[in-house]
């Protein structure tokens, strides 16, 4: 059982190139969430989606978008890379419905360290 | 809107010494109620989380933490601390089933020898 998996795990990029970030869940969640994680500022969500189809705004999420056309998948872009967006990225997944009130906790992905020089 | 504090961004404390992490959140719902840690270079795991039910929840490592509506706080505890406790802590909150999680802005914790 792989859980989330984040493709890739490092990544350099110049100011103005593009990238996508893709993450990856086989626990038929229907929850994913993208966070950036900064020093002093802990996580904060970028965007999320409730289901396949679906998403919506975090609180940080000026410079990114993202699409979740398959329920297992979530992708994260970055048209036009800034260093301010030098961060490390998490996905997480989280909210089984079948499963009910049990399985209200996010499993999160091994991260991805993004430079943008 | 949701949010979550938590007071203190470095916590030091000896080696078998009492653990304390202080999180207050705000909700406009009953919430849904999380602690993770995060080790150096890796994704967060969950610690223990509080959904509906018993106020004291027992987590993983030996941590717990109870639930305090009327002081809308979710302080995380171990009462001996391990060297191998160090790392980043992370409280969360989300509104009710399957809601977005907000994270407070992390507490590191050091543990002397």
């Known amino acids: 059982n792989a859980g989330v998996t984040q493709t890739p795990k490092f990544r350099v990029l110049k100011t103005g190139q593009s990238m996508t970030l893709l993450c990856a869940q086989d626990?038929?969640?229907?929850?994913m969430y993208w966070y950036r994680q900064d020093p002093g500022m802990g996580l904060r969500l970028i965007h999320y989606?409730?289901?396949?189809?679906?998403?919506a705004k975090g609180e940080v999420p000026d410079g990114y978008n993202v699409s979740r056309l398959k329920k297992q998948n979530f992708l994260l872009g970055l048209e036009s890379a800034a260093p301010s967006q030098t961060s490390v990225y998490f996905c997480?997944?989280?909210?089984?419905?079948?499963?009910?009130?049990?399985?209200?906790?996010?499993?999160f992905g091994q991260g991805t360290r993004l430079t943008v020089v | 809107a949701q949010s979550v504090t938590q007071l203190g961004s470095h916590v030091s404390v000896s080696e078998g010494a009492l653990v304390l992490l202080r999180c207050n959140y705000s909700?406009?719902?009953?919430?849904?109620l999380f602690w993770y840690v995060q080790y150096p270079n890796q994704g967060l795991q969950l610690l223990l989380k509080?959904?509906?039910?018993?106020?004291l929840v027992k987590g993983i490592n030996g941590f717990e933490a109870e639930f305090k509506k009327s002081e809308t706080s979710f302080h995380l505890t171990k009462p001996s601390a391990h060297m191998s406790d160090a790392a980043e802590y992370f409280c969360?909150?989300?509104?009710?089933?399957?809601?977005?999680?907000?994270f407070g802005q992390g507490t590191e914790l050091s543990v002397k020898p």
């Open positions: 997480a997944s989280s909210y089984s419905i079948d499963r009910g009130l049990r399985n209200t906790e996010a499993f």
């Open positions: 626990m038929n969640h229907e929850y």
């Open positions: 989606s409730v289901g396949e189809g679906t998403t």
């Open positions: 909700s406009s719902v009953p919430p849904y």
């Open positions: 509080y959904t509906t039910g018993a106020t």
């Open positions: 969360a909150v989300s509104e009710g089933q399957g809601g977005k999680l907000i």
